[in-house]
Each structure stands twice: as structure tokens, then as C-alpha cells.
């Protein structure tokens, strides 16, 4: 959605030294953010390759600072030898830490999958939890990956998933200024909808690999940057400005 420019807007503002601004989080501005994420991205989804819940969990697990793309490879293999919960769970530690470790990190990690596993199969019957309240019970999930596999496995909306990605985006995109995860998260939720919530996670991870990337954001390709006020800008389309000058919406 290309926001047109020019006559009166309807966003809320607030001075900033001489200039009227638009407020990040003004309800109208961030409907604006999420059908441009909409048209850009209106199949956006997990790329992490998964058959089932658990598989899901395992590769959440394992995406701890590790690209998708890696994951993939790697489990591509790993779910053949360890088709369920059980062969995980009782997987010897040294040969788990040798053909997880491309991911990274791959003796904390293969703690948590054994960990994680052994209490699927031992406290809940097999079967990946339900609900936030027991999912985080799991040896090495918190909120992030609990979002993800409740979000894409079950279609649970209980949170939004944010990764390295979605910090970026939401200070760029002003709809939070804090700097924890949980803060970020709570920010997110109180602007989203809920029923947006499972969508706008994959849509703005999809948006961060894609477009606004970290190092010079290919700005000219992003359909959100007449929204957009971030200093990390590499163009801009209005005049330069610590926020979003009220007379460029309409």
C-alpha cells in the first residue's frame, strides 16, 4: 500500500521542536504498517522445515542465532535418525553435540533438545504442549520459541514472535522503544490485533531478511517508507525529520 501525500491527516501528532509529528503508534498509522506488510507479504510463513509440532520445536530450538537456511540443512538429515520425541530423549549427548553443532552454540543446545524432548515424552504424554503456560515448562523455550510453535503449529495466538529481526523492525518502525524482548512483545501486542498476531510475526521476519535488512535497508524496494522516519533510512521520500511530518498523510 503506497500512502498517498499531501491534504489533511487524520493521525495523531505531537510537536517535536518546530514540526508536527505523527505518533508511531497511533492506531491508523499502524493499520498503514500492517496492510503494507499485507500486500508485500500475504503468504508470509515459518521457513523453518517442519512435519509436526515437535519437529518445529527442535528447529526453533536449534535457530538460535543460526540462519533458517542452515537449520534446514541440517535437519534435513537429523529427522531421519530421530524421528520422535523418544529418540531424542535418549540420544547420546556427544554424538547430538556433533550433528547439531552447524548451527552453533551446540552443547547448550543439544541440553535443551534432549532436555525438552525427555519431558515431552515423560510429562506430557509424547505430545508438544498446548498452551504458553506449559510450553514454557520445557528446557530451553522461552516466549520466542513458545510463540513460534504455538503460533504456526496450533494456531494459537498468544504472543508475538520476536526475534533479532522483529527488535529491529519495531524501533525502526516506532512501535517500540525498548530494549528487552518481553517489553518489545508487550509493546507489540497492545497496538496489534490479536488476530494479527501469528501473522505480523512471520511478515516482519520475512520484511528484516528481505528488505530491511540490518546494514543499508534497500528503503527503495520498502512500500512502508512513506511511513517510515527511522535515522537508519538509506532514502526518503519526505523532508528529513526526527518523526513523520503530519502534512505527508492523508
Given at each position: 500500500m503506497r500512502?498517498?501525500?499531501?491534504?489533511?491527516s487524520p493521525f495523531k501528532t505531537r510537536k517535536i521542536g518546530k514540526k508536527e509529528c505523527v505518533l508511531g503508534t497511533d492506531p491508523r498509522r499502524v493499520a498503514a504498517i500492517l496492510a503494507g506488510l499485507d500486500e508485500m507479504y500475504p503468504n508470509a510463513n515459518c521457513e523453518l522445515k517442519h512435519a509436526n509440532p515437535f519437529q518445529l520445536l527442535v528447529s526453533t530450538i536449534l535457530s538460535a542465532q543460526c540462519t533458517d537456511v542452515r537449520v534446514n540443512q541440517v535437519t534435513e538429515s537429523l529427522y531421519k535418525k530421530y524421528p520422535k520425541p523418544e529418540a531424542f530423549a535418549y540420544a547420546t549427548p556427544s554424538q547430538l553435540e556433533q550433528e547439531i553443532r552447524p548451527t552453533g552454540f551446540f552443547r547448550n543446545k543439544t541440553k535443551s533438545v534432549i532436555g525438552a524432548s525427555k519431558a515431552i515424552v515423560e510429562e506430557f504424554k509424547g505430545q508438544v504442549p498446548r498452551t504458553m503456560k506449559e510450553i514454557l515448562t520445557l528446557p530451553g523455550v522461552a516466549r520466542k520459541t513458545a510463540n513460534v510453535v504455538l503460533g504456526t503449529a496450533y494456531g494459537v495466538a498468544v504472543g508475538v514472535v520476536v526475534d533479532t529481526h522483529v527488535i529491529r523492525l519495531s524501533r525502526r518502525l516506532?512501535?517500540?522503544?525498548?530494549g528487552e524482548p518481553p517489553k518489545i512483545e508487550q509493546d507489540l501486542m497492545a497496538v496489534i490485533p490479536q488476530n494479527k498476531w501469528i501473522e505480523v510475526s512471520h511478515q516482519l521476519i520475512w520484511h528484516g531478511r528481505r528488505v530491511c535488512v540490518a546494514r543499508k535497508p534497500r528503503c527503495v524496494d520498502c512500500n512502508l517508507e512513506p511511513v517510515c522516519y527511522s535515522v537508519d533510512k538509506t532514502m526518503s521520500t519526505h523532508p528529513d525529520s526526527p518523526c513523520l511530518p503530519e502534512s505527508y498523510l492523508k
Open positions: 500512502l498517498s501525500r499531501g491534504g489533511q516506532d512501535l517500540s522503544r525498548k
